[in-house]
Nanobody
């Protein structure tokens, strides 16, 4: 079992930056995959970025070159650095950790980008 707590969301103007954090209640070293999802009003939740145990990363096309996912095993924390934010990035962002097929979710943090 693990608890995930997100932070770092807020209101930012277009072209601004934010860094989201997801702190885990225990070591994250053994997780197979850690990811950020987002859900905008009236839309399905979508995978934004993921990082795998070996360090490989993947991003949805709409954020490539603007967002960076990273992890700090010593701090048991997952990050999402978001640059050049656009109004269409407005959503609730969730972190998701997977180990042996079991998914754990954070409570979500709101990101609002004004034009």
């Amino acid at each position: 079992q693990v608890q995930l707590v997100e932070s770092g969301g807020g209101l930012v103007q277009a072209e601004g930056s934010l860094t989201l954090s997801c702190a885990a209640s225990r070591s994250i070293f053994s997780f197979n995959r850690m990811a950020w999802y987002r859900q905008a009003p009236g839309k399905q939740r979508e995978l934004v970025a993921a990082i795998f145990s070996g360090g490989a990363t993947t991003y949805v096309d709409s954020v490539k070159g603007r967002f960076t996912i990273s992890r700090d095993n010593a701090k048991n924390t997952l990050y999402l650095r978001m640059n050049s934010l656009k109004p269409e990035d407005t959503a609730v962002y969730y972190c998701n950790f997977v180990i042996v097929g079991i998914h754990y979710w954070g409570q979500g943090t709101q990101v609002t980008v004004s034009s």
